[in-house]
Structures are given as structure tokens and as C-alpha cells.
């Protein structure tokens, strides 16, 4: 009998790119499978630019749950413009509400559960790059959760690998780069704890 040991395979053999990329995994341009993400995101803009073009909310919930994957609720309502780069990773619960302006970078994975408040001009970032100058254009991404009934207020930026507890509300203008514990006001930059929610 041999001595020799099968060795698995390293993980980015194993798996197509979209499974790397939610897991987290860096991601680099020279990327063997890198033209299906941008098969993607060719894909995306183009639904994105029909979206922003239309003013009545069924036809908005219709072309965004092609891009998404998967049918929007009628209960949930998204104001135009609205802006996203891939959409394929975002999951909408029912009765979310969408202000103008929001920017949803999702390659991460971004989920909206039942009753979330999303203001106008908040940014959902799920991507990021290493700060290693040689690499910076890779991406590595995180998940963002926000979760039942929580409230982000105008202009906020959810960074990756947040998630935004039930019943919290995110001040105006945050930048929240670290979890937000449940029924709790944050608010700053760096977002930090204001007050519980009684």
C-alpha cells in the first residue's frame, strides 16, 4: 500500500467563481472564470438603466426582480433611481422599502429581511480590495445583513460583513463598519452606540 496521500484539490478548483465570491475568497482579474461575473455585470447595467428609466412602481419591481433572480413582493416599494452593479446576491424580504438614490454593491451578498427602512442615498458595499498595492484590484467580499425592521437613515454606508440587528436604526450619514447589535440607535463615523430602543 502507498504511502502517498490524495491531496483535495485547492478550494478555487472545486467551486465556479459565484460560489468563491460569496464565500469570500479573493477574487483576482486574471481570473480564469472572471468573465461571468462580468457577463454579470454587462447584464445588470443594462436592466439597471431600464429600471431608472421607468416611473411606475410595478414596472420597477419587474425589472428588478430580474436583475435580482427572484420576484420582488408587491409589498415592497423601490423609488428610482436606484443603482446596483451585479444584483444577482441581493435577497428582498416583504414590505421593504427602497428610498431614491440607494447604491447596492451586493458580489457579497446583501439581505433585506420583512419591515426594513432603507433611506434615500445609502450605500450597501459587500466588496472591497486588498491594501496590498501589487493586488488592490482583486476584490474580497463580505456579506451584509440587516435584519427584521430595521431602520438605515439617509446617506448611511453599510461596510462588508455587517449585519444590522432587528429593530435597529442607523443615524443619517453613519458609516457602520462593525455589527449593530438589536434595538439599538448608532450613529457617527465610525458609527457607535447612541442609545437602546425602549
Not at 432603507?118 to 463580505?142: F, Y
Request: glycine share 8%; net charge negative; charged share 20%.
Amino acid at each position: 500500500m502507498s504511502n502517498l496521500q490524495v491531496q483535495n484539490p485547492p478550494k478555487s478548483e472545486v467551486s465556479d467563481i459565484f460560489e468563491r465570491l460569496r464565500g469570500g475568497e479573493l477574487i483576482r482579474l486574471d481570473d480564469p472564470e472572471y468573465c461571468k461575473i462580468n457577463e454579470v455585470v454587462i447584464r445588470t447595467i443594462q436592466l439597471n438603466n431600464r429600471l431608472n428609466q421607468v416611473g411606475e412602481i410595478n414596472e420597477v419591481r419587474a425589472i428588478l426582480s430580474e436583475i435580482i433572480g427572484a420576484e420582488v413582493d408587491e409589498s415592497t416599494t423601490i423609488f428610482p433611481p436606484f443603482y446596483t452593479n451585479f444584483g444577482r446576491f441581493t435577497h428582498l424580504g416583504k414590505h421593504v422599502f427602497i428610498n431614491h438614490a440607494c447604491s447596492f454593491l451586493d458580489m457579497g451578498g446583501i439581505t433585506l429581511e420583512d419591515h426594513v427602512l432603507i433611506g434615500p442615498r445609502v450605500n450597501l458595499v459587500t466588496e472591497n480590495h486588498p491594501l496590498n498595492p501589487e493586488d488592490r484590484r482583486a476584490l474580497i467580499t463580505k456579506p451584509i445583513v440587516i435584519k427584521r425592521n430595521a431602520w438605515i437613515g439617509a446617506g448611511a454606508t453599510i461596510l462588508p460583513g455587517v449585519t444590522i440587528g432587528e429593530n435597529a436604526v442607523v443615524a443619517a450619514g453613519s458609516v457602520v463598519s462593525k455589527d449593530v447589535t438589536a434595538n439599538t440607535v448608532v450613529g457617527g463615523v465610525p458609527a457607535k452606540f447612541i442609545k437602546y430602543i425602549e
